[in-house]
């Protein structure tokens, strides 16, 4: 009984953790904490959700949070390139800040490359 707990427990964090962090495990997590089975059931998840997200045509990992504003502004930590977004290209170097649509640009943002800069103006 303690053990289906334990694994079920495990194996809830691991979903959540390809919420949080998309379909490529952090390697400090991967080579130390998880077992292979627990590698083969993330790699499985994440396989299951993006066959789904292609069925369905949405990307169910866009905007895990309601947007408050339509653009934000982000400052790039690590160059990324040039991007497409509604208004044209725009390059993504190093230490530069954009108003962007929070949508261009979740995934840099999620991988720690670009940051949003909060406001404290509520």
């Not at 190093?94 to 670009?114: A, C, M, S, V």
Request: proline share 4%.
């Amino acid at each position: 009984m303690y053990i289906n707990g334990y694994i079920n427990h495990r194996l809830s964090k691991l979903r959540g953790l390809r919420w949080e962090v998309g379909p490529i495990l952090p390697e400090s997590i991967a080579e130390t904490k998880l077992s292979e089975n627990e590698k083969n059931y993330f790699r499985y998840y994440s396989d299951i959700l993006a066959d789904y997200c292609d069925a369905i045509d949405i990307d169910l990992f866009q905007d895990l949070e309601p947007p408050k504003e339509l653009l934000i502004e982000v400052r790039v930590i690590q160059d990324c390139g040039e991007i497409m977004t509604d208004n044209g290209p725009v390059n993504l170097t190093k230490g530069t800040t954009h108003f962007l649509r929070r949508t261009q640009i979740e995934d840099f943002i999620r991988q720690g490359r670009i940051e949003h800069i909060q406001s404290d103006v509520m």
